[in-house]
């Protein structure tokens, strides 16, 4: 398997509007550093050391390192595997499971890896779908900003529960298309079965609502009062002022890292000390996203919720009448 999916008759049907965009876009002109196994284990180490840095819990730093020694020790081998079985393939070796297993092959894909890239400060989420054939940087930038999306497993989630083909300018048609390629890149024959299991079925077990709005009342509040190392984000930080909280944190099995939402359009709606990205890693360290954000209209204004969970959160609210609006007075701006 090659490092990005070739275009084919699928890629065709994912053009729409952007037809001229997606040519280039099919063989984005990016740097792939990590596209061998050396590389792959240097970048898990570095994610440890980051990780260790900002106060993670040690059971995901060791995690890392262990998988860093598996991938040096099978250097030879984990390109093979991987073009072979794909992620099944990786998740095959010791020390690594399912979530591990995405990372890696995420970074045989594309030459980055969306965690590290957060964990740095550099990441540019609105361009992580570029490297999908026919995907230019508009889609790519609205399939971040409606979906909450930055890489590919949390894109091939969006298309097998229904919310990619809702996207503006997609459709059931290209969203199929997408979906399709992102299979073929990641090298999962099983990709379907394994991502309607996270959609919501008994095969994984999400966070509940509660539980990523305690994460994000947290951190809202040791950001407030400077209590969380802080990086230096690449976008809209022409100073390189390390002004990013970051927390890690953990409720029973899960570990959880929580940041302000530097995205674009967080900035255009003056959001970017309101909206809360947390992302939740089970025990097999696989990742879910979501964003929390405060409401500004319907019954719940004012109070936190989960986007696209609000029915959920209009639930817990219901049940928990004592609990109170999170709305701060950073946050006047909201209309």
């Known amino acids: 398997m090659s490092d990005a999916a070739p275009v084919s008759a699928t890629a065709a049907l994912v053009d729409g509007p952007e037809r001229q965009q997606a040519r280039s876009a099919a063989t ?3 740097p792939r550093k990590l596209h061998d196994a050396h590389s792959i284990a240097a970048a898990l180490r570095e994610a ?82 570029r490297v999908v054939p026919g995907v230019g940087p508009a889609l790519s930038r609205r399939l971040h ?29 290209r969203a199929a298309a997408i979906r399709a390629l992102i299979t073929q890149m990641l090298g999962d024959t099983r990709g379907a079965r394994r991502v309607r299991g996270l959609a919501g079925t008994a095969d994984v077990v999400q966070p ?35 002004w990013l909280p970051v927390l890690h944190t953990r409720r029973g099995p899960w570990h959880f890292t929580a940041l302000y939402s530097n995205s674009a359009r967080a900035h255009e709606l003056h959001r970017e000390h309101d909206w809360v990205v947390v992302y939740a890693y089970d025990g097999d360290h696989r990742e879910s996203q979501h964003t929390v954000v405060t409401e500004t209209r319907s019954a719940l204004r004012g109070r936190r ?5 609000e029915e959920s959160c209009r639930e817990l609210y219901a049940r928990a009448p004592a609990m109170t609006s999170t709305r701060q007075p950073e946050d006047a701006h909201d209309v």
């Open 145 to 173: 900003d409606e979906l909450g999306a930055d890489s590919l497993e949390s894109l091939e989630l969006a298309a097998h529960d229904g919310r990619l083909e809702r996207v503006r300018g997609v459709g059931p048609r």
């Open 48 to 129: 440890a050391a980051l990780l260790a840095g900002q106060g993670a819990n040690p059971f995901r730093i060791a995690a890392y390192r262990k998988a860093a020694d598996v991938v040096d020790a099978r250097a030879g081998t984990v390109r093979a595997l991987f073009d072979r079985h794909g992620r099944a393939g990786l998740s095959g070796l010791p020390a690594i499971g399912p979530g591990i297993a995405a990372a890696i092959a995420e970074m045989l894909v594309t030459g980055r890896w969306s965690q590290l890239e957060r964990l740095r400060g550099t990441d540019d989420p609105a361009e992580a779908f």
């Open 208 to 242: 509940s609502v509660a539980m990523v709005l305690d994460v994000d009342r947290e951190y809202r509040e040791l950001a407030r009062v400077g209590g969380l190392p802080t990086i230096a984000p690449r976008r809209f930080n022409p100073q390189g002022e390390a």
């Open 28 to 30: 984005p002109e990016r």
């Open 305 to 309: 919720v989960v986007r696209g969970q």
